[in-house]
C-alpha cells in the first residue's frame, strides 16, 4: 500500500479544494484508523453499534493537527465511500472540537465532483440542517458509554475558519519533516529560476523584434 503522506499533498486547500483518504465508511461502528507507522489501516476498535458514524470518516496527508494525528475530515456523500481510497474534496467548513480537553477539529467535506446533485453542497448552509445535528449529536455523544461528558462539539465555522485550521496542520507537519521544508524551499528556486529565465527569453524575444523593425 502507498505510503498515503509520501504520494499526496494537502491539495490545493488555498482554492477550497482538499486530498482526502477515507478510513471510516458512512454507517460503521469499526474505528478504522490510519496506522502511519506501518502505512497501512487498522481496526483501533469496535465502536457501539448506537454510536456508527452519521458521515464517512478520513483524514487530509501531510498535515499535523493539534492531537499528533493527521486533521480529521467528515465527508458527507449519499451513500457510503470505501476505506482505503483517496478523492478530491471541496471544504464547507469546520466542526470545531474538543476530546478529553484536547483540540481535534473535523474540516467538513463533500466530493469535489458531484454530478449526482449538481454540485449541491458549495457552503455549510447548503448542507439539510438534519445532517450537521446527527454529526453534532453523535460527536458529543460517541463516548457517553467509556466516558461521559468527555468530548464537545463547541462550534460549526466557515471555509475561511477551515482553511486556518489547515494551514495551521500543513504548518506544523513540515515543522516536523524538516526534509518536506528542504523540498518545498528546492521546489520554489526552481520555479524563479523558471520564470526568470522565461522573462529572459520574452525580454531577448521583444528585443530581436525592435531591432529587426
Ligand atoms: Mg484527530
Known amino acids: 500500500m502507498a505510503d498515503f503522506n509520501k504520494v499526496l499533498t494537502p491539495g490545493d486547500y488555498e482554492n477550497g479544494e482538499l486530498n482526502v483518504v477515507i478510513e471510516i465508511p458512512t454507517g460503521s461502528n469499526h474505528k478504522i484508523e490510519w496506522d502511519r507507522k506501518h502505512a497501512c489501516f487498522m481496526l483501533d476498535r469496535v465502536e457501539p453499534i448506537a454510536f ?85 449529536y453523535h460527536f458529543n455523544h460517541y463516548k457517553d458509554l467509556k466516558k461521559p461528558g468527555s468530548t464537545e462539539v463547541k462550534a460549526f465555522e466557515d471555509l475561511k475558519s477551515a482553511k486556518k485550521v489547515i494551514e495551521a496542520s500543513i504548518k506544523r507537519y513540515v515543522e516536523a519533516h524538516p526534509e518536506l521544508k528542504v523540498k518545498k524551499n528546492i521546489e520554489s528556486a526552481v520555479n524563479d529560476a523558471k520564470d526568470a529565465i522565461s522573462d529572459t527569453i520574452e525580454g531577448v524575444k521583444k528585443a530581436v523584434k525592435n531591432a529587426t523593425k
Do not use: H, S
Open 52 to 136: 456508527a458514524k452519521p458521515c464517512n470518516y478520513g483524514f487530509i496527508p501531510q498535515t499535523l493537527d493539534e492531537d499528533g494525528d493527521e486533521l480529521d475530515v467528515l465527508m458527507i456523500t449519499d451513500q457510503p465511500l470505501t476505506t482505503g481510497i483517496w478523492m478530491k474534496a471541496r471544504i464547507l467548513g469546520v466542526m470545531k472540537f474538543v476530546d478529553g480537553g484536547e483540540v481535534d477539529d473535523k474540516i467538513i467535506c463533500v466530493p469535489a465532483d458531484d454530478r449526482n446533485n449538481g454540485d449541491l453542497y458549495q457552503t455549510l448552509e447548503d448542507l439539510p440542517k438534519q445532517i450537521l445535528k446527527q454529526i453534532e
